[in-house]
């Protein structure tokens, strides 16, 4: 399982944030700095936890879709979790997502990133906007490979990305949220899932 790839130091972001939402708007002074002295009011509490609650709503689509098909991925709660905190249902929604990415890889089809990348660029998409769109193909066929109880590939990737150790969870949030909505909306994904 991917989790352990943020376990160590990269959950600062979504941990100040939390940490903000969690204490009704106190923080420790310089909690977004690092230097942590004394409790101070810290006025954006409510739009760290609005900000939090969009990005965990917004992956919805996508992780509903992964856990239709692999139901495992997603993750009991531990004892004693606090799972009211939003920060955290937000990690863990993250790591269900990308182990659910992991299990459906030999179930990509290479040609979809083709075709995904090709249909992408004639839209006129920008870069990140066609990689986007291609994660999202790639994820949606497997899903339907998967459901319609294809035989794996013999390609460990099958062209699904895979996260590297040391990426930024905020940074993978906002990446999986666009992927998340080209998976419910995007016309090149529709088309594709089609076949």
């Known amino acids: 399982m991917i989790g352990s790839a943020w376990a160590t130091g990269t959950l600062a972001y979504l941990t100040d944030a939390a940490t903000i939402a969690d204490t009704g708007g106190w923080a ?3 909690a977004m700095d690092g230097a942590a002295s004394a409790w101070e009011p810290r006025p954006g509490r409510w739009l760290c936890t609005r900000h939090l609650t ?3 709503r917004q992956l919805q689509p996508l992780w509903q879709a ?5 139901p495992e991925i997603a993750l009991p709660p531990e004892p004693g979790t606090n799972l009211d905190r939003i ?3 937000l990690y863990r929604r993250v790591i269900e997502i990308r182990d659910g990415q992991l299990m459906l890889r030999a179930y990509a089809n290479a040609s979809v990133t083709r075709s995904a990348e090709f249909q992408a660029r004639l839209s006129g998409l920008r870069e990140e906007e066609r990689a986007v769109t291609v994660e999202a193909a790639l994820l949606a066929t497997a899903i339907n490979a998967k459901t319609a109880g294809a035989t794996p590939g013999d390609d460990e990737t ?3 990305p895979v996260v ?32």
Not at 66 to 70: T, W
């Open 28 to 30: 420790p002074a310089g």
């Open 54 to 56: 969009r990005s965990y």
């Open 66 to 70: 992964l856990c239709a098909v692999i």
């Open 87 to 89: 920060g955290f249902k």
């Open 158 to 160: 099958g062209g699904l």
């Open 164 to 195: 590297e150790p040391g990426y930024d969870l905020a940074h993978e949030v906002d990446w999986l949220v666009q992927v998340s909505r080209a998976f419910a909306r995007s016309p090149i994904v529709r088309q594709l899932r089609r076949g």
